[in-house]
C-alpha cells in the first residue's frame, strides 16, 4: 500500500495492522540533539490507550516503544527513527465471521475491492491501533514544538451525539484530563456516563466533535497556496480512520456570518477576535490555531445489519471483538498528535525558505 507517509520533511511513515506482531513507524528528517527516551511516550500513548475505563474498547495493549535506531546517549542523531510497538492483546477468532463479509459503514468493502486481498483481524490497517504510531512519533515533535517555541498543543471532546460543551471560555486542561471522556466540564460528566452507558447496552455506536487547539505558534508559518495550514491540518485531521469532517476557526458557521462579524478586528496589542481560528491567507496569525473535527459512529457493531458476501450474496452481519461505542472519545490525543506532525513540518518547511527573512516591524503581539 502506498501513501502510508505523512510530512515532507518530518517525514512519518508507520506501517502494522492491529493483529499483526507489531505496529511501528519510521521518522526520517528529525532534527538532531532533541533528548528523548521510550519512557517519554508513555504518557500520551496512556492518554490514548484502550481498556481505560468501560466506555472504550477492553483491549489491553502495553504499548511499550522500542526504539530501534536514530536516538544515541539519549539524543536524536538525525539518522532515521525507527520505533516499534509489539502488538500483546490480539483475540483474532472475533473476526472470523466478517472475513467474507463487509461491514456497512467500513473499509471492509473498499480495501477488497482495491486490494483484491485484506487483513480483517482486528480492521488490519484500517483500525484505530494504526493511530497509536502517529501519537508516539508526535511525542518528538510536540517536545521539538515546546523546547524551541514554547507552543502548547491540547484537544477535548466537546460533543457526543447531541451532547455538547461549551468551548467559548477559557478551557481547563487539567479538568480535560481528569475524566474518561477528556470532557471540558465536570459537570457535564454524569450525563455523558449514562448516555454512554445507555449506547454501549443497547449495542449501538455514536459520533463525537474533538476540539483541537495549538497557541504560542510563531506569525508566518504555513505554506501558501497549496500548502497552507489550512490544508495541511484537514488533510492531516481527515487522514486518521472515522475522521468526517474538519472546521478551521468559525468553520461552516462563516457562511452565516457578515463580513463585519466574522473579519478579526487588529489592534496594537493584537487581534480583537479569532473567527480565522490563527490562520490567514494559509499562515498563521501568532493567535491560537483552532480546528475541530468530526468522527463517525463506530461501524464495526454487533446488531445486525444487512449486507453483502464476497460472493455478493445477501447476508445478516453481527460484529463480535471489543468495540469502542463510540472512537471519538479517544480522539484528543491522535487530534493533537496530527496538529503536532503538521506543525513540526510547517516550521521545518517555514525555516527551510524563509529563516534569513528578518522579523517584520511592528510587528503585532502573539495572543497567548
Ligand atoms: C478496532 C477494533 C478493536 C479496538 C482497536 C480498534 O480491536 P480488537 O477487536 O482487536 O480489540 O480495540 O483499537 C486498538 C486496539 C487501539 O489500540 O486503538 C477497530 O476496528 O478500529
New binding site residues.
Given amino acids: 500500500m502506498s501513501d502510508n507517509q505523512f510530512g515532507k520533511l518530518f517525514a512519518v511513515s508507520t506501517f502494522g495492522e ?2 499483526g506482531p507489531a505496529i511501528g513507524c519510521v521518522i526520517d528528517g528529525c532534527p538532531p540533539g532533541i533528548e528523548i527516551s521510550a519512557e517519554q511516550f508513555s504518557l500520551d500513548l496512556t492518554r ?3 481498556g481505560k475505563s468501560r466506555h472504550t ?1 477492553q ?1 489491553h ?1 502495553a504499548d511499550e516503544v522500542e526504539i530501534l535506531s536514530g536516538v544515541y546517549q539519549g539524543k536524536t542523531t538525525g539518522t532515521p527513527i525507527a520505533l516499534l510497538i509489539r502488538n500483546t492483546d ?2 483474532s477468532k ?1 473476526y472470523t465471521n466478517i472475513a467474507e463479509q463487509f461491514r456497512p459503514g467500513h473499509a471492509d468493502y473498499t480495501y477488497h475491492h482495491k486490494y483484491g486481498i485484506r487483513d480483517p483481524r ?2 488490519g490497517r ?4 494504526e ?2 504510531m502517529r501519537v508516539a512519533a508526535a511525542v518528538i515533535a510536540k517536545k521539538w514544538l515546546q523546547d524551541k517555541y514554547s507552543i502548547e498543543i491540547h484537544a477535548c471532546v466537546n460533543q457526543v451525539a447531541n451532547i455538547k460543551a461549551d468551548v467559548s471560555q477559557t478551557i481547563d486542561w487539567q479538568e480535560v484530563e481528569s475524566n474518561a471522556f477528556f470532557w471540558p466540564h465536570a459537570g457535564q460528566v454524569p450525563e455523558l456516563e449514562a448516555f454512554m452507558d445507555s449506547v454501549r447496552k443497547s449495542g449501538d455506536s455514536v459520533g463525537a466533535r474533538v476540539y483541537v487547539s495549538a497557541k504560542n505558534v510563531p506569525v508566518g508559518w504555513g505554506q501558501p497556496i497549496y500548502g497552507k495550514i489550512d490544508v495541511e491540518l484537514a488533510a492531516a485531521m481527515m487522514s486518521i ?1 472515522a475522521v468526517k469532517g474538519v472546521e478551521i476557526g468559525a468553520g461552516f458557521d462563516a457562511v452565516t456570518q457578515l463580513g463585519t462579524q466574522h473579519r478579526d478586528l487588529i489592534s496594537a496589542q493584537g487581534f480583537l477576535s479569532n473567527h480565522a481560528g490563527g490562520i490567514l491567507g494559509g499562515i498563521s496569525t501568532g493567535q491560537e490555531i483552532i480546528c475541530q473535527v468530526a468522527f463517525k459512529p463506530t461501524s ?1 457493531l454487533r446488531l445486525p445489519g444487512q449486507t453483502l458476501n464476497t460472493l455478493s450474496e445477501s447476508v445478516e452481519v453481527i460484529t463480535t ?4 461505542p463510540c ?1 471519538g472519545l ?1 480522539a484528543p490525543p491522535i487530534c493533537e498528535a496530527m496538529m503536532a506532525l503538521t506543525l513540526m513540518d510547517l516550521a521545518l518547511r517555514h525555516r527551510a525558505q524563509c529563516g534569513d527573512v528578518p522579523a517584520q516591524t511592528p510587528l503585532i503581539p502573539n495572543e497567548k
Avoid: Q
Avoid at 126 to 129: P, T, V
Avoid at 321 to 324: C, F, K, P
Fill in positions: 492491529s493483529h490514548r490507550a484502550t474498547s483491549r495493549e490480539v483475540r472475533d482486528g480492521g484500517s483500525s484505530a491501533r493511530t497509536t480512520n464495526s471483538g471489543r468495540h469502542d472512537v479517544r
